[in-house]
């Protein structure tokens, strides 16, 4: 049974704070990773990917990956208000052709 | 340009109804899904096309029927519905089909089944 832990949350942070997120899988074959995010009623929107142990930056956002303990995790610099969403970790294993493995998603708060 | 297009936005059917959901991309993905989500919940997968042909069915009951009549389209014909398939039905497509390929949504169909 491949799995994708996220704790469910709330995470409340305050506006101008690091917010950090966490994901842990159970599959040691997972070689892709995804962070999505997913306003109230709206569609999840795909705002990071990485397939390489270590960290890859893109803006305020940062990926980190560790294979050898089988987390990921993504940190949100400067958070906003308008960052508050759930964000949905997902994970692809590179054993054929597989689906992603969805988490269950971490609401995140930020207060102003 | 990362877009995949649903319509409709909002549906409303009875249980007698059929209709189709519709999902198209112009992005040359190869691998169209269909996703169901329901409210505090994550994505939850039916179905995967790679190529046009169907690879995944996810035990969907057969009053979901997918179709995909070319690379840039999707279709999801609905039919003898029940009140708990009410759901944001969500169209995705990736280049390939397999790891290290990203995944994008579409907005979504929001379903209501009365």
């Known amino acids: 049974q491949k799995e994708v832990e996220q704790n469910s949350g709330p995470l409340s942070v305050p506006e101008g704070a690091i917010a950090s997120l966490n994901c842990t899988y159970s599959d040691r074959g997972s070689q892709s990773f995804f962070w999505y995010r997913q306003y109230s009623g709206k569609s999840p929107e795909l705002i990071m990917f990485i397939y390489s142990n270590g960290d890859k930056e893109d803006g305020r956002f940062t990926a980190q990956l560790n294979k050898a303990s089988q987390y990921v995790s993504l940190l949100i610099r400067d958070s906003q208000p308008s960052d508050s969403a759930t964000y949905l970790c997902a994970v692809n294993i590179n054993a054929g052709n597989t689906p992603l493995v969805f988490g269950k998603g971490t609401r995140l708060s930020v207060i102003a | 340009d990362t877009e995949v297009t649903q319509t409709p936005k909002h549906l409303v059917m009875g249980m007698t109804n059929k209709k189709s959901l519709k999902c198209e991309q112009h992005m040359g993905h190869r691998a169209m899904y269909w996703y169901k989500q329901k409210a505090k919940k994550p994505p939850e997968l039916m179905f995967v096309?790679?190529?046009?042909?169907?690879?995944i069915n996810e035990s969907v009951p057969s009053r979901f029927s997918p179709e995909c009549p070319n690379s840039s389209l999707l279709n999801l014909h609905l039919h003898a519905l029940q009140p708990e398939d009410s759901a944001l039905y969500l169209c995705?497509?990736?280049?390939?089909?397999?790891?290290?390929?990203?995944?994008?949504f579409g907005q979504g169909t929001r379903l209501t089944v009365v």
């Open positions: 096309y790679s190529y046009e042909k169907l690879s």
């Open positions: 995705a497509s990736s280049q390939g089909w397999g790891a290290n390929t990203e995944a994008f």
